[in-house]
């Protein structure tokens, strides 16, 4: 397809920055608090910077037409940060992007009455709203955690003979393994905080990452990998194991329709979040079929983007492309179902069935029938 106007608009998802250890319970996802690193709000500005150079750089193909590029415009951008999985995180890490996205600047001023020009705090600091979203209010960024039916889903995988095959070919080096741990349990079904916790170590503590075997790392990874593609996908796009997609594909569609329409004025909806929403929307668009390196955990400060171009009988359609951390410099680009673009109408509908839209359905998917978020009220009981 031939763009005819430039780039109309982005939706971009983007993973948190470095942080201390994180323990997921490994039947439940529950979390427990972490905290961002000054490493991680690094990543994050670097991430900002490079979006800037895409989207806010006349210069670049890339350029977002008429958005403002220096003083930021409220009305052009929307952003929500996941407030569950760990605490401030990922909260904290949108803020390093953007820094990074919107840097501050002497244009942010004002002229007061009495002749003096006021520059913001900080050499123009800009502050940009940004939505939290508490998984207690609203189960959209986080809709894998309180859900008895993602549980099931979860144990089931646990008990497949795929899953049993794997912890079977994992069990020698899990073993070998178990020395660094410092306790931790090595039991295949708890790979996630095993890679976590080798990950973490081998950034923060330098006696640990002296003493760590060459090639450990890479192993938990990959096993890691392994485990979190089971965990959040699923073999259909509708399947429970792809929750983290069908909350978050609603918000996209209406950020989809509001940059689309011209009188909207939205030009980036930015979404942060964990690394799950990513390994769910790589399966349920087929991303992961031409690309099958990408299916696992992406890297600290990744993004992915869908950027909206519109044909030349003013159609609008999306590419998406995908940056793994801060050690990649460009993005590459991906496909969903097959194809380098895709109308946004076909990008709706083939997804549309596959979406949870409401807190009332997202109770009846999990069958959470309890108090949490209201669902005994809301589906009956
Ligand atoms: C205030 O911002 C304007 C642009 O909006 C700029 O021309 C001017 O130089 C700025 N003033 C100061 C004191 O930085
Ligand atoms: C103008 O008002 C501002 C804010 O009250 C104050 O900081 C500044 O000193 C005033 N300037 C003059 C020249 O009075
Ligand atoms: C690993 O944990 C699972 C689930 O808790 C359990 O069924 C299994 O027996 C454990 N395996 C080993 C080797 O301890
Ligand atoms: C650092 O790693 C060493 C070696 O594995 C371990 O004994 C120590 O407890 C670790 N330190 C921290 C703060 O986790
Ligand atoms: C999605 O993940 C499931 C495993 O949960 C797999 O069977 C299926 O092939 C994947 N689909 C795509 C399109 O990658
Ligand atoms: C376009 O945006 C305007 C302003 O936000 C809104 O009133 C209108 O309903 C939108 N149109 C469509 C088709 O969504
Ligand atoms: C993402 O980055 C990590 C860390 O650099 C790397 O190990 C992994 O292979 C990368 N994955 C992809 C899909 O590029
Ligand atoms: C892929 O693109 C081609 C050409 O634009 C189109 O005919 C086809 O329907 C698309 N396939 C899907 C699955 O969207
Ligand atoms: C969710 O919304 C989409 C439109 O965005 C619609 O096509 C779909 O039927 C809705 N799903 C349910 C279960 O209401
Ligand atoms: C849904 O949960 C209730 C308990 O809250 C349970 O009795 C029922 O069997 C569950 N239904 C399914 C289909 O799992």
Request: negative net charge; aromatic residues 12%; hydrophobic residues 35%.
């Amino acid at each position: 397809m031939v763009n005819s106007t430039g780039l109309l608009g982005v939706v971009l998802l983007a993973r948190h920055g470095d942080r201390l250890e994180f323990f997921q319970d490994p039947n439940t996802y529950t979390p427990t608090e972490t905290y961002l690193t000054p490493l991680g709000s690094v990543q994050e500005l670097q991430l900002g910077t490079f979006l800037r150079s895409q989207y806010l750089t006349p210069s670049s193909p890339s350029f977002i037409s008429g958005i403002s590029t220096d003083v930021v415009n409220i009305n052009q951008i929307s952003v929500q940060a996941d407030a569950g999985g760990g605490g401030s995180v990922i909260l904290n890490s949108v803020q390093g992007l953007l820094q990074g996205l919107y840097p501050p600047t002497t244009e942010s001023n004002i002229t007061l009455a009495n002749g003096t020009t006021i520059v913001g705090p900080l050499g123009g600091y800009q502050y940009i709203p940004v939505d939290s979203i508490e998984p207690n209010v609203l189960p959209t960024l986080n809709s894998f955690t309180n859900c008895p039916n993602f549980n099931t889903h979860v144990s089931e995988f646990y008990a497949s003979p795929a899953f049993l095959q794997e912890a079977q070919d994992a069990a020698p080096f899990l073993d070998a393994l178990e020395p660094y741990l410092g306790g931790r349990s090595n039991n295949f079904t708890n790979m996630y905080n095993i890679f976590d916790y080798v990950n973490v170590q081998s950034v923060h503590n330098a006696t640990f990452y002296k003493q760590l075997p060459p090639t450990f790392a890479a192993q938990s990874y990959y096993y890691a990998n392994y485990h979190e593609y089971g965990v959040f996908s699923a073999p259909t796009p509708n399947g429970i194991g792809n929750i983290a997609a069908a909350t978050l594909l609603p918000t996209i569609f209406t950020a989809l329709q509001d940059i689309t329409n011209s009188s909207n004025g939205l030009k980036i909806a930015l979404t942060e979040v964990s690394y799950k929403p990513f390994i769910s929307m790589f399966n349920v668009t087929q991303a992961d079929v031409t690309d099958p390196d990408i299916a696992g955990i992406v890297d600290y400060a990744s993004v992915v983007a869908l950027e909206v171009y519109e044909d030349s009988n003013s159609r609008p359609y999306i590419t998406m492309k995908f940056k793994n951390g801060t050690t990649e410099t460009d993005y590459r680009q991906l496909s969903m179902f097959g194809n380098t673009t895709v109308y946004i109408d076909d990008f709706i509908s083939q997804l549309a069935g596959s979406t949870i839209n409401t807190t009332q359905q997202w109770c009846q998917a999990c069958n959470q029938t309890s108090s949490w978020l209201s669902c005994n009220l809301l589906i009956g009981n």
